[in-house]
């Protein structure tokens, strides 16, 4: 008997046959023990461990298969219960699902996963013939980590789905378990389906046939025939002809919901075309018995048979549907999408004499016709459909499609079409019409009585406000129509040249206000260029000022320098009666002062000079003069002593400035 839990897990499970989920729930009922959770799975007369089977020995046993139990964690359905038979040939066991080696199943290979999760490294063993679900279950128990979450990284053959045995993997194998939000679609997952039902979907719809892409938008609640179903209504091809590709391999039954089906999940392709259709024959069924008369009339109920159902006995009528497809189908995701789809519908119901309807959103057209300068404006002619109103096909027809009505609409229109036969796009156009025009416009639209319908809206802008102009009902004739039209023409013209001369004389007054905003500015500009050069002349002026100012200050201190230091050079001044070789000499000022000062009969010139020059009286500014005979002193060899100049013992001189 095999010892760990996981080769009790791998024994049971090859005889038998139940995935990882029951398996463990029996074992544990069991305690583990091998033979006591065989006797409660399987009926004794079938019992038979891999060891005990003998190759030689051949039959064959009808084993119940016990009904998988639910999980409400994972919401997995119960399966009902179903008898199968297995031929046991040699060892038993080639019958099971999944058995790569039936030569020998008691030796099944096991497979160890290493699962890395945060920082715990949890080991797995399973056979060989175990699927992922499987190992995806183990792992829950393991890390609380739901499978729907699982994300793991780290395959060396990764398996394709969830089914699919572990066979083609290596002995050894590490994983590495990253959980998922639970909001992300999780094809090879088993999501929440409660989760799934509340989700809405994006399905890109290709229409083979017309050469373009829906993208329609639909809750998970919904069935593949409710897709179906609405396409109908875009493309026009009923049910029963219409040929899909995209969905899941797996879907079988339209019956079915988008979340249970295994759609992509936000967004999935899809791609529609048409099935051949079949020559419709009008046969004429007469019957028997009947008390109708000729002259009454006969109720036929349409039937769109489903697409599994098919017709092979010429007896059979093929009835070609009469179903009216909306001009725009109820919920439209935008006005956008709901003007194109009006547009295509409207033409090839009514055909090809139509007014040109401008797709995009309300606003829009608001602001293409009412919003513009007023030479460019056009009226705005909102049409408003409903199917429940017994004039729309008579107003559609004979008066829009009239060829003068349509000259008239062409040449002063633009007209936008909207369907309000579903409350939902009625609701989505009173709001856009609350928006743009204010809840006064949305309520005279609302107020619209749909026996009325249809009407045409006439919009305009009349001086600064963009209002309905006027309201023309479906009970109208061609005439009506026509005079209506050219009325509002007339008062837009009117109007719209009133505007045209307001905006020209604005637009005078802003040219003159624009030409005096230009003088002025270039005045003012020329002022802050004066004003530029005069601070730059005052400012040239003050550093020359400040420069001449340093000069000067600095010529001054090289002067006070120079005069000191001539001044510790002169000898001292001899005293008073010091004899015959003392001189005084008188220097009379600028200023009428006289200086005084004694010098020995030998000093040289240059000491006169520098006595001036320490009194402030520099010799490169003044002249020193004798007056007998007239001399300039200081033009003479400064080496000559006063004796050789002839000074007297009192010598007057003058002192002169340069």
Avoid at 128 to 142: A, G, H, P, Q, V
Avoid at 389 to 399: G, K
Avoid at 407 to 418: A, C, H, K, R, T
Avoid at 492 to 510: L, S
Wanted: glycine letters at 4%.
């Amino acid at each position: 008997m095999p010892g760990t839990q996981e080769e009790i897990l791998a024994d049971f499970m090859a005889c038998t046959g139940m995935d990882v989920e029951n398996a463990i729930k029996y074992l544990e009922d069991s305690d583990w023990d091998l033979l006591t959770a065989v006797n409660l799975a399987v009926p004794k007369a079938t019992q038979q461990l891999p060891s005990e089977m003998s190759p030689d020995i051949e039959m064959i046993e009808e084993i119940k298969r016990t009904p998988q139990l639910s999980s409400p964690s994972f919401h997995i359905a119960q399966e009902s219960k179903s008898t199968s038979k297995m031929d046991v040939v040699e060892n038993s066991i080639a019958g099971l699902p999944g058995t790569s080696k039936p030569k020998n199943c008691g030796k099944a290979r096991i497979i160890t996963f290493h699962v890395h999760y945060l920082s715990t490294v949890h080991e797995i063993k399973l056979p060989e013939y175990s699927s992922l679900r499987d190992l995806k279950c183990l792992i829950c128990e393991k890390t609380n980590v739901p499978p729907c979450q699982q994300n793991l990284h780290g395959w060396k053959k990764s398996p394709e789905s969830l089914n699919a045995t572990l066979q083609s993997l290596p002995k050894e194998n590490t994983l590495y378990l990253s959980p998922v939000s639970e909001d992300v679609d999780l094809t090879t997952d088993v999501p929440s389906l409660s989760q799934r039902m509340t989700h809405t979907y994006t399905l890109n719809v290709k229409d083979e046939l017309n050469k373009r892409t829906y993208k329609l938008n639909f809750p998970g609640s919904n069935t593949i025939l409710d897709v179906k179903t609405n396409v109908y209504s875009v493309i026009n091809v009923p049910v029963r002809n219409q040929q899909w590709k995209g969905w899941p391999s797996s879907v079988k039954d339209d019956n079915i919901t988008l979340a249970q089906s295994g759609i992509s999940y936000p967004t999935h392709d899809l791609s529609v075309s048409g099935l051949p259709m079949k020559e419709e024959k009008k046969d004429v069924i007469d019957l028997a018995g009947s008390d109708s008369s000729v002259d009454e009339a006969e109720d036929v109920e349409e039937f769109d048979a489903p697409e599994s159902f098919t017709v092979e006995d010429d007896i059979f009528v093929d009835f070609k549907s009469t179903k009216i497809v909306p001009l725009i189908p109820d919920n439209v995701s935008d006005e956008t999408t709901g003007t194109l789809r009006f547009a295509e519908v409207f033409e090839r119901r009514y055909g090809p004499a139509h007014p040109e309807f401008l797709t995009g959103q309300f606003k829009e057209a608001i602001k293409e016709t009412c919003l513009k300068p007023a030479k460019e404006r056009k009226l705005l002619a909102v049409y408003l459909h409903h199917d429940n109103s017994v004039l729309s096909n008579i107003f559609c027809t004979n008066l829009l499609g009239c060829e003068t009505v349509l000259q008239v609409l062409s040449e002063n229109f633009i007209v936008w079409g909207w369907d309000i036969t579903f409350e939902s796009n009625k609701q989505m156009f009173l709001l856009s019409v609350k928006q743009t025009l204010g809840s006064v416009a949305a309520l005279a639209m609302n107020n619209i009585d749909v026996d009325t319908l249809p009407v045409l809206v006439i919009i305009m802008r009349t001086r600064s406000n963009t209002e309905i102009f006027t309201t023309i009902h479906g009970n109208v004739e061609v005439n009506e129509l026509f005079t209506n039209l050219i009325q509002a023409v007339d008062v837009f013209q009117e109007q719209r040249q009133a505007d045209i001369e307001v905006e020209e004389e604005r637009q005078a007054r802003e040219r003159v206000k624009q030409e005096q905003d230009r003088a002025y500015q270039e005045s003012l500009a020329a002022d802050r260029a004066k004003e530029e050069a005069k601070q730059m002349q005052e400012e040239l002026e003050k550093k020359r000022k400040e420069q001449a100012e340093n000069e000067r200050l600095a010529e001054k201190a090289r002067k006070e320098a120079h005069r000191q230091a001539v001044e510790s050079s002169l000898p001292p001044e001899p005293q008073q009666g010091a004899g015959d070789g003392v001189l005084k000499v008188r220097v009379r000022l600028p200023v009428g002062k006289i200086l005084e000062r004694r010098f020995q009969s030998d000093a040289p010139l240059q000491t006169l000079l520098n006595f001036l020059i320490a009194e402030g009286y520099p010799t490169e500014e003044y002249k020193v003069l004798c007056s007998w005979p007239r001399r300039d002193l200081t033009s003479m060899d400064a080496k000559l002593t006063l004796t050789d100049l002839k000074f007297s013992s009192q010598e007057t001189v003058i002192l002169e400035e340069r």
